[in-house]
């Protein structure tokens, strides 16, 4: 017989020697004495662990040997016991175990080792723990071959909760590659030479921040970051934490994490400003809310999940760690806890380089990824998608079957959701003959994401699946994957959806493959999904998207073609009557005859930051319809759309475009104080010398001169020019509107077939912006009757302003109230007035400082015209202006 290898002989003999040592040290005690170690024990954590008093309070000798070993490893657990019997005052059994165990085991081989030598014992075991990653189809993959490079913005400006003014607003930062200068540039000093202890990377589902954060952990281990700054870095996924049954204490957090429990956790709390912890998915933390759930403050106090984590987010506990957060939120405001002045980025994606390498590395054949590359690359809308990695990986996925089966690459998609079902469809298609069973499990499929989503749970236990009759279902296999979880005493099996934003959808197509139940009653639960509290409604932001994206006609037939299933009518219409009560109880158009508020300066209230939110992420739902009926239908019910203090990104414009080039006839829209900057005139803006270069050498024509780089407004302003797009009234108040917005702008005037009032307040117009304005105003084809100018300074543009109205063929109302108006310029506004081709009805002057020689020619003015309604405070007969001008802006 082969003989048993020594080292693990010589450890097993330990193991069996250690364990006959505690039995007989604790079957020496008194029933008294038992009982005092049992309360000593629950007392007296080992690096912040304890056993649970629940598995301590009616052991015996045998069953407590058994607890410690388990739960501290055999020879820790003749340490903690020793402890243990010592403050317990029976030092006599004390004395003895440690003589016994000298002479059977020899030295202690539990001892600590330093926080420099574990530090390196550390970093070796995160490299082997982080070395792979899985991919969605369960395959690993090496984490440097997987991980493609994003673009990370820095966003502190752009999501402080109050806009910047025009003058101080800051120039936009170019967003760098996620490389390793990028990873360590995230925790850089700012002006003050402060150095921030929270960064939070934003951005949306998929868009690789878990694997941005797990490539970050990887670089430490491997000393590429935070280099003499960071001892121990700690990777929390804050969804499994939130699940993780019982309760737990920080620095049980910190022990799981190492390669054994050996690791010197009380010194290394003691050094928090060498510590950082990478919250991921921090926005599934709930908000604080009773005395049970305040933030945690003591590292080793056992807890709930949510109160540990809520005390690393608040900087109640260990306020001089390190912390990275990634979160979906836009704004760090709505963090749990967030009582916090982080460090922002925003994760941006891919860029079009990027894709064309994911392709390649995904494909691996680089013929069949260049034919798959060419045919996104056609499709602008699927092409724009892919910024977001996850569905980049979905759209190879769908592209790599249909190439591996032949087909023609010709199906499309134009949304985040028909890319998903898309996916869903090509995976279940593979066996048509259990149609109709697949149906079924599809049903209970998207029950349990339901149940999941709406109970704030990510992971189920085997008896979950088997209660919806879903284990070896045809289902299970590519959408649920088995996890495996740290237990106290044993590892614990679970399942979760490849992907959370799986789940999310399964929840939003639950909704519409329920039965319809009773004539008249309501389908499902679809309005507590929609209306929810607060905190729901922020966790359920991809579920509603998705759910808005399933009920276009389009997508619904899909989903009958596809599955089989009856999709139910009655959830669109409630869907639909939900949006337009949106509109009901917050009256945003002034009625009839009421004076004029809605253009003054941005209130303060800071309720409304989250109205404004709510808002824009209504759009997106509308938008991701892309069906133009139903959205100018539920637009009805909302007269009038106000965002106040956003920097849009090119998916916030985009969805705001779609919506007004949807939207029906009388539509109002009103931003105040967003960022409108444009992100490339500083990036390529040319040298000096190279401007005088071409400035010598005469090659800037006058086209080059005169096009400023594309706004972030052009996709609005090409939406006010379509045929459909109902939109009357534009208010830009308390926006920066460079030279090239203006451009657009102006464009846009021209075209425009329902915009009849503009109003612009306090935007920093130059020069060069007020006359293109002026140009669009005078262009034949302008439609705008109702203007009103709120821009102080600029005397020599407002020439070209008051000039145009000899020109404007259908103003009829000009309110120039907030401009200075000097006694030439005056003079020059009362010739151009009693010009033949002036049309103008009405025009107030309201709060404009006025000279009494520019006052009796405004007098004089009104005489030879007694038709024009001229308004200011020291003009006879007109004190007020009139109601019905002041409601018409």
Not at 262 to 274: E, G, K
Request: hydrophobic share 35%; with cysteine.
């Amino acid at each position: 017989m082969a003989q048993p290898d020594a080292s693990c002989s010589s450890v097993e003999s330990r193991a069996a020697a250690s364990r006959e040592l505690l039995l007989a040290a604790l079957e020496d005690l008194s029933q008294e004495q038992l009982k005092r170690f049992r309360h000593k024990l629950r007392d007296a954590p080992l690096e912040g662990r304890s056993i649970p008093w629940g598995r301590l309070e009616r052991a015996d000798a045998v069953d407590l040997a058994e607890q410690l070993t388990q739960f501290y490893g055999p020879e820790p657990a003749l340490d903690v016991a020793r402890k243990t019997l010592k403050r317990a005052d029976i030092r006599d059994v004390a004395a003895r175990l440690k003589e016994q165990r000298l002479q059977r085991l020899g030295p202690s081989s539990s001892a600590l080792l330093s926080v420099s030598e574990y530090k390196k014992k550390y970093q070796e075991h995160v490299l082997q723990q982080h070395a792979k990653v899985k991919e969605r189809n369960a395959r690993s993959v090496k984490i440097n071959k997987r991980f493609t490079k994003l673009l990370i913005a820095p966003e502190s400006a752009a999501l402080k909760s109050e806009a910047p003014g025009p003058e101080e607003e800051p120039q936009p930062e170019r967003a760098r590659r996620s490389d390793t200068h990028t990873f360590n540039s995230l925790f850089r000093r700012d002006e003050e030479g402060q150095r921030p202890l929270t960064v939070v990377l934003q951005g949306p589902a998929g868009i690789g921040k878990t694997m941005a954060a797990k490539k970050i952990m990887y670089d430490w281990a491997s000393g590429k970051l935070y280099h003499g700054q960071v001892d121990f870095a700690f990777f929390v996924p804050c969804r499994e934490m939130l699940e993780r049954p019982g309760t737990w204490s920080l620095a049980d957090l910190i022990l799981d994490q190492c390669p054994d429990r050996s690791a010197p956790v009380q010194q290394m709390l003691a050094q928090a400003d060498r510590l950082l912890f990478i919250l991921d998915g921090a926005d599934e933390l709930p908000a604080p809310g009773p005395a049970g759930a305040t933030p945690c403050a003591d590292p080793f106090e056992a807890a709930g999940g949510a109160r540990v984590l809520g005390g690393l987010l608040s900087k109640t506990l260990l306020p001089r760690a390190r912390l990275l957060v990634t979160t979906r939120t836009a704004a760090p405001g709505r963090l749990p806890g967030h009582q916090f002045s982080p460090q922002c980025a925003e994760v941006r994606g891919f860029s079009d380089k990027d894709k064309k390498k994911y392709f390649y590395k995904f494909f691996q054949d680089a013929r069949r990824a260049e034919r798959a590359y060419r045919f996104v690359k056609e499709n602008e809308t699927l092409f724009a998608l892919c910024f977001v990695p996850f569905v980049c990986w979905i759209v190879c996925t769908v592209l790599h079957q249909q190439l591996e089966l032949g087909l023609d690459l010709s199906r499309t998609s134009k949304t985040t959701t028909s890319v998903y079902l898309l996916f869903i469809a090509s995976v279940l298609s593979s066996d048509p003959a259990a149609g109709h069973r697949m149906q079924g499990e599809l049903r209970k499929l998207c029950h349990l994401a339901r149940e999941g989503v709406l109970g704030r749970r990510g992971q189920f236990a085997e008896k979950d699946l088997e209660r919806l009759e879903l284990l070896g279902s045809q289902v299970q296999t590519p959408f649920l994957k088995k996890v495996e979880l740290p237990g106290v005493l044993a590892t614990e099996v679970a399942y979760q959806f490849i992907d959370h934003s799986f789940q999310e959808f399964f929840a939003a197509l639950s909704y519409l493959l329920e039965d319809e139940g009773p004539s008249g009653a309501p389908a499902g639960g679809v309005r507590e999904l929609l209306q929810g509290d607060a905190e729901l409604r922020c966790h359920l932001v991809l579920t509603r998207r998705f759910l808005f994206g399933l009920l276009s006609a389009e997508r619904m037939r899909d989903i009958e073609g596809h599955f089989g299933c009856v999709v139910s009518e009655r959830v669109k219409q409630d869907v639909l009557k939900w949006v337009q009560d949106q509109g009901q109880g917050h009256p945003r158009v002034a009625p009839e005859g009421a004076k004029e508020t809605k253009c003054e300066e941005p209130e303060e209230e800071e309720e409304e930051g989250e109205e404004f939110d709510q808002l824009l992420e209504l759009l997106y739902c509308l938008y991701e319809t892309q069906e133009d009926a139903f959205v100018r239908q539920a637009l009805r019910g909302l007269p009038e759309l106000a965002l106040e203090r956003l920097r849009f990104s090119r998916m916030d414009m985009a969805a705001l475009s779609y919506c007004m080039r949807c939207c029906p006839e009388g539509q109002a829209l009103r931003l105040v104080s967003c960022g409108l900057a444009t992100a490339q005139e500083k990036k390529k803006k040319k040298s000096l010398v190279k401007r005088l270069q071409n400035s010598l050498s005469g090659s800037t024509s006058q086209a080059t001169m005169r096009k400023p780089q594309t706004s972030p407004l052009r996709p609005l302003c090409e939406a006010m020019t379509d045929q459909h797009c109902g939109l009357k009234s534009l208010t830009l108040s308390h926006c920066k509107l460079s030279d090239s917005v203006c451009l657009d702008l102006s464009e846009a005037l021209r075209a425009a077939p329902s915009l009849t009032e503009l109003c612009l307040l306090q935007n920093g117009l130059s020069n060069g912006g007020l006359r293109v304005l002026s140009e669009g105003l005078a262009w034949p084809q302008c439609r705008v009757q109702k203007l009103r100018m709120e821009q102080p300074g600029l005397q020599e543009a407002l020439q070209y302003l008051v000039g145009m109205l000899r020109q404007s063929p259908a103003l009829t109302t000009l309110d120039l109230s907030g401009c200075q108006l000097s006694g030439p310029m005056v003079t020059y506004l009362c010739a151009v007035l009693q010009y033949p081709g002036c049309h103008l009805q009405a025009l107030s002057l309201t709060s404009v400082e006025l000279s009494e020689q520019s006052l009796e020619e405004l007098r004089a003015v009104r005489t030879a015209k007694p038709g024009l309604v001229i308004t200011h405070p020291a003009l006879d007969g007109h004190p007020e202006p009139p109601n019905e001008f002041c409601s018409a802006l």
